[in-house]
């Protein structure tokens, strides 16, 4: 029996159109809701709009529309954007829905009626550009930290709900439950909020001032405050509190959230829960900004990345998975097109693409573009050991994709890429076809890396769908047959011999980056300082330094050292290196980069790990560059 598998994206504020964040964060929440389709769970994906409060009534006056004109044409953007990149929700819901707010006023209604929501009078800091009170302890330099200006005070009478009742309950849950808030520096975060006293939350606006929003049903003088409102979209798309839906994916609820809005999702909503006798949400998946240029992306400054440019520019795929690499899930990460461009060139054209292309063309020219029969013995005296890797692969990518580090989980499919890439190398399947007596080698050799392939188009297709579709196509697989159940993965020797493969296709060309990125300004490096130039060496002694091209396969931070990170790296074989690199480096930036190391230096201890090995950098007094390659060649490579 299937289990249930309930995911959500916050539901987008449509005081402006859709960006790279709100995209990063729908495509992850779609990437799971796939991945969960391949373990075979019953998947329920929801997203849409919050459309209510102050910041839409202004922002509909500077377009000259009434709110609701203004809701529904930006609300509609949002809707039309998801399937342009490929994203398969199951319900598209709205703060304005009939439905939605008729359960607002019940929870509401429950909530007053149980004796946790008091009418009173406030004065506070409030921030038009949040809708919401700020103590003096939230400011920075006394203004809004996300508006960077002060908030006016404001004087009125209100309701208010009794959130501090539920501070004590709510620490017990998230000390009893580790990964209830994820990962571990958000749960931290909020619990160090929560060291403070809770003060009560404003949940009403008075329509003297602000009337776009849900009547409170106790009071038909005052509007909901906007998160009381939004956040309850979790539970009314589900049909709280006896649909069907509702019984059945709740109690498997995971939140996505972005930094900005951790405190709502992480206090607010749970307080509201436990004042409505809601059972809590699984797990809260916070990640980090996207930064351009070193600053949050924000509509306000206007440095927002347009998602539809450059899926149109690049493809969906592509943007897809540079998206899911390039950021560590709950890290910031940087956004250029620049670093597109490189991602899209390095892994997928000359990894998966070249690989993908190789294989099917010597499967054409050797075997007329059969697969291969084989024979299952010759497991014994020519062991490839890829089915091995591949089941390895696997079972780290469901392990990353289940704790939602989708970087790691792309990372181990790359590393199988990487394992295909090195096996042809070193069977060399054009010296294997010279020789008839080797035919039964070459047959074990193609249909191996036909194997691999099957298993890579499954494990890339949460990712990048369409890229899946054409590989298993170009496999001979049907897509439609849903070969990318982890199920099946998992299984070895399972492509029909005799079946006749279309002609290969390029899945990625190379991206010539003077064509498609915006003119730079030239700017003049400095120059190096060249004043202490060691003395001069003989060829002889040169000779003596071995240098060799190696895989970085893993790589993390020195514990209690600031500037070491320690490598592991393939050079044909595996060794640890510890470098000096953490301030110009992630670690997961580093991993599958091929770079150049001395490999006969003598093993060194450092903070207590033996390094085996120099890797090479260009070093200034600010930054490590390290030394690579522009093109890939076999780890271990000699350097001459």
Request: glycine share 6%; aromatic share 10%.
């Amino acid at each position: 029996m299937s289990d249930a598998f309930y995911i959500t994206t916050p539901i987008y504020y449509v005081n402006a159109r859709p960006h790279l964040g709100h995209a990063y964060t729908t495509i992850i929440a779609d990437v799971a809701a796939r991945f969960n389709t391949m373990k075979e769970n019953d998947v329920f994906f929801l997203t849409g709009t919050d459309e209510h409060g102050d910041k839409i009534i202004r922002a509909a006056e500077a377009e000259g529309k009434s709110p609701k004109e203004y809701v529904d044409h930006i609300s509609s953007l949002y809707r039309a954007l998801w399937p342009q990149l490929h994203i398969n929700n199951d319900r598209f819901i709205r703060t304005t829905d009939p439905d939605h707010i008729a359960i607002v006023e019940q929870v509401l209604q429950k909530i007053y009626d149980a004796g946790d929501i008091y009418f009173s009078e406030y004065e506070g800091l409030y921030c038009y550009g949040c809708e919401r009170f700020y103590t003096e302890k939230e400011l920075v330099d006394g203004k809004c930290p996300d508006h960077d200006a002060p908030p006016e005070v404001i004087k009125e009478s209100n309701y208010f709900f009794k959130m501090s009742k539920y501070q004590g309950a709510l620490i017990d849950h998230i000390r009893k439950n580790p990964d209830f808030i994820r990962p571990e520096r958000y749960r931290n975060e909020v619990l160090s909020f929560l060291k403070e006293p809770l003060e009560d939350l404003c949940i009403s606006r008075p329509k003297s001032r602000i009337n776009w929003g849900i009547t409170l049903p106790f009071d038909e003088n005052y509007v909901t405050y906007v998160w009381f409102d939004a956040l309850i979209n979790y539970i009314s798309a589900l049909g709280y509190p006896d649909g069907e839906l509702y019984k059945k994916y709740w109690p498997s609820v995971q939140h996505i959230v972005a930094k900005d809005i951790l405190k709502p999702h992480g206090i607010y909503w749970p307080t509201m829960m436990m004042a409505a006798g809601i059972p809590l949400y699984r797990h809260l998946n916070v990640h980090g900004y996207w930064n351009i240029n070193q600053s949050k992306m924000s509509k306000t400054i206007g440095n927002v990345v347009e998602p539809l440019q450059m899926k149109d520019k690049y493809g969906c795929d592509a943007f897809r998975f540079f998206l899911l690499r390039e950021m560590a899930f709950g890290l910031d990460a940087g956004f250029s097109e620049e670093a597109l461009v490189q991602r899209i060139n390095s892994d997928l054209a000359n990894d998966i693409g070249n690989l993908f292309s190789r294989v099917l063309a010597m499967t054409r020219k050797y075997f007329d573009g059969i697969v291969p029969e084989i024979d299952l013995n010759m497991e014994n005296e020519f062991n490839l050991d890829l089915a091995q890797q591949a089941q390895e692969a696997i079972d780290e990518y469901e392990r990353q994709m289940d704790n939602f580090a989708f970087h790691k989980a792309i990372a181990a499919v790359w590393g199988f890429i990487s394992q295909m890439n090195k096996c042809v190398d070193t069977t060399a399947p054009w010296e294997l076809a010279k020789n008839e007596s080797s035919r039964k080698q070459l047959a074990y050799v193609m249909y191996n890396l036909l194997e691999g392939l099957r298993v890579v188009s499954g494990l890339v297709y949460p990712a990048m769908p369409q890229t899946a579709k054409t590989m298993q196509k170009h496999l001979g697989l049907d897509p439609e047959a849903e070969f990318y159940r982890l199920g099946t993965l998992k299984a070895w020797n399972i492509l029909p011999a005799g079946t006749s493969l279309p002609k290969a296709v390029t899945l990625f060309p190379r991206i010539d980056p003077e064509k498609v990125l915006p003119k730079q300004e030239t700017v003049t490096p400095g120059k190096a300082d060249i004043s202490e130039i060691k003395p001069e060496i003989g060829i002889e002694d040169f000779l003596k330094v071995d240098l060799r091209v190696a895989t970085i396969t893993k790589a993390e931070a020195v514990p209690k050292a600031k500037k070491l990170l320690k490598l592991e790296v393939d050079l044909g074989e595996k060794r640890t290196i510890v470098a000096g690199i953490s301030a110009s480096y992630k670690p997961d930036d580093l991993i599958g980069k091929q770079v150049v190391i001395v490999a006969n230096l003598k093993p060194a201890k450092l903070m207590g790990i033996l390094s085996n090995g120099m890797l090479l950098a260009a070093a200034d007094r600010k930054s490590h560059v390290v030394a690579t390659l522009d093109s890939k060649v076999p780890s271990g490579t000699p350097l001459s």
